[in-house]
Structures are given as C-alpha cells and as structure tokens.
C-alpha cells in the first residue's frame, strides 16, 4: 500500500504563487507514475498535471500550461506541483495520485491511478 499526503495549499492572492508536496510512505514510489488532479466545487475532478517514473516525460491541462510545474524527488519518495500566476479559477482541492507504472506514457485519467490523497485546499482570491 502506498499512503500520500498533500500539503502546501493555502489562501492567496491571484497572481501569486504556491508550492503543493505530495510525501508517498508505505512504499518507494520510484516506480510509480504520479498526477496532480483537482477539484472545484460543483464540479467533476479534473488532471492537472502527471509524471512518469523517473521524470523524464511530464504532461499538464491546457488550463495550467506556463503557469504550473510539476516534478518529483524519488530520494525523497516525494512530488512537487510549482503553481505561479495563480488565478481564481484555480481554486479547489488538490489531490496526488499514483500508479505503479514504470513506462512513458502519460495517464491523465482518474481511473489510471491505484492510489489518492486526502487533498488540500487552494483558494485564489481576486
């Protein structure tokens, strides 16, 4: 079993920034594929951004691309999402994932990944 918890999120002013961490216990997450997803009320959970195992291959929604970063420590059995120019339509819970998958194709889907976080709360005020 893996356990993921997130952490970072906060209150902030839109264009400011914040840096998300995933920390993975229970297992080395040095094989596993991990994603950034989120969601805002009302709405259905939606990705934001993914990682293949060794870090060598990263994708991101549409909706983040330029603004957000996504990367990882496998040392530290950890993952980062960088979050710049933030907007208010940023706002929601973000949740890591993982997947035990040591390939190079991307998942971007929720049902791809075997294990989720509790989620933390990012809100951007206008």
């Known amino acids: 079993q893996v356990q993921l918890v997130e952490s970072g999120g906060g209150l902030v002013q839109a264009g400011g920034s914040l840096r998300l961490s995933c920390a993975a216990s229970?297992?080395?997450?040095?094989?596993?594929?991990l994603g950034w997803f989120r969601q805002a009320p009302g709405k259905e959970r939606e990705f934001v951004a993914a990682?293949?195992?060794?870090?060598?291959?990263?994708d991101s929604a549409d909706s983040v691309k330029g603004r957000f970063i996504i990367s990882r420590d496998n040392a530290k059995n950890s993952m980062y999402l960088q979050m710049n120019s933030l907007k208010p339509e940023d706002t929601a819970v973000y949740y890591c994932?993982?997947?035990?998958?040591?390939?190079?194709?991307?998942?971007?889907?929720?049902?791809?990944?075997?294990?989720w976080g509790q989620g933390t709360q990012v809100t951007v005020s206008s």
């Open positions: 990682i293949t195992w060794n870090g060598g291959s990263t």
């Open positions: 994932a993982a997947d035990r998958d040591f390939s190079w194709a991307i998942k971007t889907t929720q049902t791809e990944y075997e294990y």
């Open positions: 229970g297992r080395t997450i040095s094989r596993y594929q």
